[in-house]
C-alpha cells in the first residue's frame, strides 16, 4: 500500500526558484503575484486587478501606481527606456480614467554607462512628459557595480486625479458588453525583437509606444460610460483579455477578423512561430464599454486617431472564465493566458 502518495505536476512543484517566465506577463507572473507577494500587502486600498489604485483624500481621488523598466535594448526603433518609462506609467493612471499630473523617476546605473547615452535617454524622458503633459518632481540617482545592472534600469510612479462618479474596473462589466481595441498589436514586441536579432535594418516597422490618456478622456468628455479598461502590455491581448476574464469570472468571445495585425508583424510572427496574441503592446488598450455606445465609442476613438475596432462582447458572468476566438475561417478554439519565457525584457 503507498503512503502519503499524492499526484503533482512536475513543473509546478520545480518552482523555488524565480525564473524569467515569472516577469512575463502570462500565468507564472500571475500566479508569483496572487500567492507569493500579494497576500503580504493585501488591504483595502491595495488593487490586484488594475495596475493603479485609486484612493480618496480629502473628498478628491488620486491614482497611483508604480512600475520598473527594464527592457533590453535600451534603444529601439519608434522609442527607448526613457519615452518608454514616462509613458508606461502615464498609460497605467490612464487605464483607472485618471488625468496623469505628476511622476517619480529613479535611476539605477550600472558602472561604466555612457554619460552620451544617458543625456539621450534624459532628454527622451523630458520630452515624453511634454508631450504626455506630466512634470517629474521627484526622484533617486543609485549606481552599482560592473556587471550588476545590465547598463541602466529605471523605476517609476505616478499620481494622477480621477474626475469620475464611478470605478472603473473589470467587475463592473456586464453581459453583452462590447469590446473595443484601439488598433493593430504585435508592433512593439516585434520591433523589440528586430533590434535584438539585428533585423532592424531590414524590418521598417516602429514600436507602437505612445501615451493613451488623451484617447481615454475624449470617451470621459463625451459621457461614455467605460466599463473597464486594459492597456495591452506583457502578455499581450491574450493576457489582458484572461486578466478581465479571470477578475469579472467573465466568458468573453472575440472575433479574428477584427482584430488588425501589420503585415510586417503578421509574416514575422508566421516565420518564427510567434503567437500573435502573446506579443507585447505599448500603445493599445482595450474599452469594455455598454453595446449601445459601441458605434460612438468608435467614432470618438478613431477622430483622434485610434484605428479601434470592435473585437467581441461579453457572452456570459458568473459560470466560468473563459477567451474564445472565433477564427476567420469560423472555427472557435479557446485564448490561454501565455505560458512560458515568450520575450523578456521587452518593457
Same mark, same amino acid.
Given at each position: 500500500?503507498?503512503? $502519503?502518495?499524492?499526484?503533482?505536476?512536475?513543473?509546478?512543484? $520545480?518552482?523555488?526558484?524565480?525564473?524569467?517566465?515569472?516577469?512575463?506577463?502570462?500565468? %507564472?507572473?500571475?500566479?508569483?503575484?496572487?500567492?507569493? *507577494?500579494?497576500?503580504?500587502?493585501?488591504?483595502?486600498?491595495?488593487? %490586484?486587478?488594475?495596475?493603479? &489604485?485609486?484612493?480618496?483624500?480629502?473628498?478628491?481621488?488620486?491614482? =497611483?501606481?508604480?512600475?520598473?523598466? @527594464?527592457?533590453?535594448?535600451? =534603444?529601439?526603433?519608434?522609442?527607448?527606456?526613457?519615452?518608454?518609462?514616462?509613458?508606461?506609467? @502615464?498609460?497605467?493612471?490612464?487605464?483607472?480614467? &485618471?488625468?496623469?499630473?505628476?511622476?517619480?523617476?529613479?535611476?539605477?546605473?550600472?558602472?561604466?554607462?555612457?554619460?552620451?547615452?544617458?543625456?539621450?535617454?534624459?532628454?527622451?524622458?523630458? %520630452?515624453?512628459?511634454?508631450? &504626455? !503633459? #506630466?512634470?517629474?518632481?521627484?526622484?533617486?540617482?543609485? #549606481?552599482?557595480?560592473?556587471?550588476?545592472?545590465?547598463?541602466?534600469?529605471? !523605476?517609476?510612479?505616478?499620481?494622477? *486625479?480621477?474626475?469620475?462618479?464611478?470605478?472603473? +474596473?473589470?467587475? $463592473?462589466?456586464?453581459?453583452?458588453?462590447?469590446?473595443?481595441?484601439?488598433?493593430?498589436?504585435?508592433? +512593439?514586441?516585434?520591433?523589440?525583437?528586430?533590434?535584438?536579432?539585428?533585423?532592424?535594418?531590414?524590418?521598417?516597422?516602429?514600436?507602437?509606444?505612445?501615451?493613451?490618456?488623451?484617447? #481615454?478622456?475624449?470617451?470621459?468628455?463625451?459621457?461614455?460610460?467605460?466599463?473597464?479598461?486594459?492597456?495591452?502590455?506583457?502578455?499581450?491581448?491574450?493576457? &489582458?483579455?484572461?486578466?478581465?476574464?479571470?477578475?469579472?469570472?467573465?466568458?468573453?468571445?472575440?472575433?479574428?477578423? !477584427?482584430?488588425? @495585425?501589420?503585415?510586417?508583424?503578421?509574416?514575422?510572427?508566421?516565420?518564427?512561430?510567434?503567437?500573435?496574441? +502573446?506579443?507585447?503592446?505599448?500603445?493599445?488598450?482595450?474599452? #469594455?464599454?455598454?453595446?449601445?455606445?459601441?458605434?460612438?465609442?468608435?467614432?470618438?476613438?478613431?477622430?483622434?486617431?485610434?484605428?479601434?475596432?470592435?473585437?467581441?462582447?461579453?457572452?456570459?458572468?458568473?459560470?466560468?472564465?473563459?477567451? @474564445?476566438?472565433?477564427?476567420?475561417?469560423?472555427?472557435?478554439?479557446?485564448?490561454?493566458?501565455?505560458?512560458?519565457?515568450?520575450?523578456?525584457? *521587452?518593457?
Amino acid at each position: 500500500m503507498l503512503k $502519503n502518495f499524492e499526484l503533482s505536476c512536475p513543473i509546478e512543484n $520545480n518552482n523555488d526558484l524565480i525564473t524569467l517566465s515569472h516577469g512575463s506577463g502570462g500565468s %507564472q507572473m500571475h500566479d508569483l503575484l496572487s500567492k507569493t *507577494i500579494y497576500p503580504f500587502i493585501k488591504n483595502k486600498n491595495s488593487e %490586484q486587478s488594475n495596475d493603479a &489604485a485609486v484612493v480618496e483624500i480629502n473628498n478628491s481621488k488620486l491614482a =497611483f501606481t508604480t512600475d520598473s523598466f @527594464v527592457i533590453s535594448p535600451l =534603444f529601439f526603433s519608434g522609442g527607448d527606456i526613457g519615452s518608454l518609462s514616462v509613458y508606461g506609467t @502615464v498609460n497605467d493612471l490612464a487605464m483607472v480614467g &485618471a488625468t496623469p499630473l505628476f511622476l517619480s523617476l529613479a535611476l539605477i546605473i550600472e558602472e561604466g554607462f555612457s554619460k552620451e547615452q544617458l543625456f539621450k535617454i534624459m532628454e527622451s524622458i523630458k %520630452q515624453a512628459s511634454k508631450i &504626455a !503633459n #506630466v512634470e517629474v518632481i521627484t526622484g533617486d540617482t543609485k #549606481v552599482v557595480n560592473k556587471g550588476k545592472g545590465d547598463n541602466l534600469y529605471i !523605476n517609476t510612479s505616478g499620481i494622477g *486625479i480621477v474626475n469620475l462618479d464611478y470605478k472603473i +474596473h473589470p467587475k $463592473n462589466i456586464s453581459k453583452d458588453d462590447v469590446i473595443i481595441l484601439s488598433g493593430d498589436i504585435g508592433r +512593439h514586441a516585434i520591433s523589440i525583437l528586430a533590434k535584438r536579432e539585428g533585423l532592424d535594418f531590414e524590418i521598417d516597422l516602429e514600436s507602437d509606444l505612445q501615451p493613451l490618456t488623451k484617447y #481615454v478622456q475624449s470617451l470621459i468628455n463625451a459621457n461614455i460610460k467605460i466599463k473597464c479598461l486594459r492597456d495591452i502590455t506583457r502578455g499581450g491581448l491574450a493576457a &489582458a483579455l484572461n486578466e478581465i476574464a479571470l477578475t469579472a469570472i467573465a466568458e468573453i468571445e472575440i472575433d479574428e477578423s !477584427n482584430i488588425l @495585425v501589420n503585415n510586417t508583424v503578421f509574416n514575422l510572427c508566421e516565420i518564427l512561430g510567434l503567437d500573435i496574441f +502573446h506579443l507585447a503592446c505599448e500603445g493599445r488598450f482595450l474599452a #469594455v464599454v455598454p453595446a449601445d455606445y459601441a458605434e460612438e465609442s468608435l467614432d470618438i476613438l478613431n477622430k483622434v486617431g485610434c484605428e479601434a475596432q470592435v473585437i467581441g462582447n461579453i457572452k456570459s458572468l458568473g459560470i466560468s472564465n473563459s477567451v @474564445v476566438l472565433k477564427t476567420k475561417i469560423g472555427t472557435r478554439r479557446i485564448i490561454d493566458m501565455p505560458t512560458g519565457e515568450l520575450l523578456p525584457r *521587452i518593457c
